[in-house]
């Protein structure tokens, strides 16, 4: 999914939401922004936009959402609240109020929960008199519960209270290999574990069959071969890996991958963001999206993400 907002909104609205209005006892349990999108998952499930970030979405200056709320109560219904009450009704909704003001640490968050964004996402993008394109776009990307599971992508939220099973993989590998290097020397697995790391959070299934780490290792290997690398920085070693029961490679376990010596550190960190992540990484990414294991646009934010080292979230889950 890529959401594309050229604009930010222009001013704060003239008439302010009232912090009273429409609170509940809740807090916000995750939370993150993408492209200014602020967006999260309240402490009782609810997931939900902030009201710059809906207001992105429809392509409306930020004044317009707080109006709905500040109107949305008037005893004289202006015709678009009328329109999204209409719009919620066909849901089988009713609100009293189209956010949720609620803490988020010392600050006040006004939250939006996700079936008041669809509605007005809705109302602008083909019930307003002059329709908003970017509106018809993000609408139809996110109809339906497409908005919420997006939400609860980007910010990890699992509303079964299960850690997902991509993460779960993750984690048991990492149980698996914490302690096996050798004093002295590093793994291409423990060294690209902030890759995984991000490249999971932007939506991809790391897992069985979709491991980064053994690519890196290939590509590294070739390099530390041809180059000669051993005399420079002393020989590598083989230590012991097991793969979790959980994947395929686990019935040839042990693994016996290469670990390095230390000295070599500064000169593979290297190579990996100046050789591996622009060369090589996008290859193996694209070959995944071909795989539907990744959105198509998937590759091309990551580089970008993972080329500036910076964290994956904010950029990387556009394509998500």
Known sequence: MSLKISRLPAKPSQKQINPKQGF??????KSTEIQGIGMGVLSDGTPFLNQR??????????????????????????PRIT????LLAKRGETLKRPHIV??????TIFAYPDVACLAILEYYAFEAANFKQEARDNFRLLAGKALRDFIYTQVGYD???????????????VSLSYDRVP??????????ADIIVTLIQGGAQVGPSFLPDISMGQHWGRCWTEKGLAAQFGERVQYMHDYPSSFAQALSNPQTPWAYPDA???YFRKWAKEVYIKEKLPEFLKSKAKQGQLPPSFAQLAIKVLSEGTSGTKVITQAS
């Open 159 to 173: 509303p079964a209270n299960k850690i997902p099973l991509v993460w779960q993989q993750f984690h048991d590998r």
């Open 53 to 78: 970030g809906l207001a992105r979405l429809c392509g409306v200056e930020n004044a317009h959402i707080g109006t709905i709320s500040s109107d949305w109560n008037d005893a004289n219904q202006k």
């Open 24 to 29: 509940l006892d809740l807090s916000v349990d």
């Open 264 to 266: 070599a550190l500064p």
């Open 102 to 107: 609620c803490k988020q640490g010392l600050k």
């Open 83 to 86: 329109a999204i009450k209409e």
């Open 183 to 192: 004093d002295g020397y590093f793994s291409i697995f423990k060294e690209m």
